[in-house]
């Protein structure tokens, strides 16, 4: 058993939750040595001894094996993990949209220093969801992971199904709750979601994928008439990101979605995440908790870090099984709900239209469309346009 | 990688989908050499020569690496697993009652051996429960442990509860759809529960216990006063094996439990079951999956062959942290509702008395006792007098 010494950069709720349980805990043998800030004059709950706002305390600093990187800007966040691998340093990480959009990068990184870079807070806080995939469903009998990976969002849809409310009001409640950031694009856009698909679609089948190769579409537009619909048909809406092989091709997306009334997945309500695992036997597991927020994700970074002490690694045997084998594919049917109050959809991009519906309150059509078209269609981004999926 | 070959006792559903999966399966590099049956003139699915009556055609094979027991008698599976390890082989079991009255037994013979024994199946059938115990909560965090482990009864429990119908009824009911046995007091009285407690207690605290020590109480008695308290309360009734560390004491029992309606508990319906961990920073962490059928045991026999594909083995981290540290208390307190009609309760054996009630119908009381003295009253085992775990 080893002793870790830790380097933390950020001293938020988390890292002092962590200090706090790491004084407390017998088995995770670790100890905060040093913490980097942006604000020394800032009152702190630690001796000053332990702050300092020069990195390079930190990163050069030998005695210190761990970073723990608590940061929230991603670019920054880079630089510091870079140098830190590099200083031959394990990582731990919570900083989602730095690994989907560097994962390739970072996992050179830490290859070449033959350190460990973790970061089960990344994707859904407390819910261990890497982890299980690297270690429990480490074979190619997993078929598909969904879920809800936002807890802002999911906070937002809760209130807007259940309240009736318009979505900007909502918003706002979710803002004054700090369930929701005051910039929201990137948990509204489902842009937020999309970088833990990135994380997952990876650990799941060993697919390196940016970002923007992922289809996002938000929830911003949803209004009475599409909460209306999903009442009238036993649906609630979640935005759901989902990926999904089918022979040797990954489909992913990450789309508001009918949910049936009842399952599993239309209770998991306000800031709660469920991840959704379908495996061999298609026998479905759940795991559930909380997606956001100071202690979920304090628990996943401790979790982490009592992994480094028995230099826990994630081997990635996925990549090195599936290598170039999967591919994306776009070139799949969505089942989709088109409500439109101005443009309409144009019919010819739809592969079949089961339904059309007009009145003087709005009108929808459901059809199927491929991914690939839905992705370049224009009229999806109009106003009076929007699209949530029905799954059959 | 490996390319293990397998010899499997039994042949019912769970073996037969797993040749299927394993024929189809890339990576998890294994195949079923020999199969070990009861009665050799039934007709099977595969060529005669896979199947032998003779036990040691597989234990005394050296062509095999690793037997898979799935056979329902715990004593012969006992003598198969020990011969098998013995032999030098690695096992995958998902025999509860075996591992939980003989893991000390089980324990020795691996390590003696030096092989893997692996039963992920036994607890809870698809939920990764001991898997995320020796891995993600590999420390002294976590604090507890507890869920839904039976599914029988919970979908007995479900049933009474929905449909308001007679116990007899809806066991009767249960049987015929083939979610109880027909023999079903292993699981109405909580003993099959108790088991996966007992390995569980192992997984989470590193404790050896016998199912002998476990407080265990059925369901059996549950009526109409019981169901209209539970109603009337905002609850649903579950029955909740738990255990829970409090300093250097460990708490654990099996009780019917009144739960609140719309909790995760409460929503976990029929043969599904679910398990809630709390861990450091008090975040509470739900594992939900089908408890009990062919798939969700295949499933979970798959994945420990899939690992022994990468020499896994239980670590037992636990064990060697809190060696003799932990030690199972019966000096607590539990808040309990005890409904009686004749016999009364003695009320000397509880600390306090909260609430007490009489009516024509039926009487109750709600009061604290301390484990150690329900565990010795009599009158608990009264047929007309039933108690119910009441959390706060």
Redesign the interface.
């Known amino acids: 058993m080893k002793n870790l010494k830790l380097g933390i950069f950020g001293f938020g709720c988390v890292g002092q939750?962590l200090h706090h349980?790491l004084q407390q805990?017998?088995?995770?043998n670790s100890e905060i040595v040093k913490i980097c800030i942006k604000d020394l004059k800032k009152s702190r709950p630690l001796d000053a001894s332990y702050f300092t706002d020069n990195k390079d305390e930190l990163l050069q600093n030998e005695e210190i094996d761990v970073i723990v990187e608590l940061i929230d800007d991603a670019d920054a966040a880079l630089e510091i993990v870079t140098a830190a691998m590099n200083a031959g340093k394990s990582v731990v990480s919570a900083n989602k949209k730095m690994i989907a959009e560097h994962l390739e990068t970072l996992l050179e990184l830490q290859s070449k220093n033959k350190v460990s870079f973790l970061y089960e807070a990344a994707c859904c806080a407390?819910?261990?969801i890497i982890?299980?995939l690297e270690?429990?469903?480490?074979?190619?009998?997993l078929t598909s992971v969904e879920g809800i990976f936002n807890g802002s969002t999911n906070f937002i849809l809760t209130k807007l199904l259940a309240d009736g409310l318009p979505f900007a009001q909502v918003l706002k409640e979710a803002q004054d709750l700090g369930f929701a950031e005051s910039d929201p694009r990137l948990d509204v856009e489902g842009i937020d979601a999309k970088y833990k698909l990135c994380i997952l679609l990876f650990h799941a089948f060993g697919l390196i994928t940016k970002p923007d190769d992922i289809f996002n579409y938000g929830i911003s537009k949803i209004n009475e008439f599409d909460i209306d619909y999903a009442q009238k048909h036993g649906y609630t809406i979640k935005l759901i990101a989902k990926c999904r092989r089918v022979n040797d091709a990954i489909e992913a997306y990450c789309i508001p979605t009918f949910v049936p009334t009842g399952s599993?997945l239309s209770?998991t309500s306000n800031e709660y995440n469920a991840v959704i695992l379908e495996?061999?036997?298609?026998?479905?597991?759940?795991?559930?908790?909380?997606g956001a927020g100071d202690?979920?994700t304090?628990?996943a970074v401790?979790?982490d870090i009592?992994?480094l002490?028995?230099d826990y690694k994630y081997e990635y045997?996925k990549q090195h099984?599936n290598d170039g084998k999967f591919g994306l594919s776009e070139d799949f049917n969505l089942k989709l709900f088109v409500r439109y109050n101005g443009v309409s959809p144009i019919l010819e991009d739809f592969d079949s239209i089961e339904e059309k519906y007009s009145s003087d309150r709005g009108n929808f059509l459901v059809g199927h469309i491929k991914l690939h078209e839905l992705k370049k269609s224009e009229w999806l981004e109009d106003d009076t346009i929007n699209a949530i999926l029905l799954n059959d």
């Open positions: 939750g349980v805990s017998d088995s995770v407390s819910i261990p982890r299980n270690e429990y469903y480490d074979n190619d009998l599993v209770q495996s061999a036997f298609s026998e479905s597991q759940l795991l559930y908790g909380k202690k979920p304090g628990s401790l979790s009592s992994a002490n028995y045997k099984k």
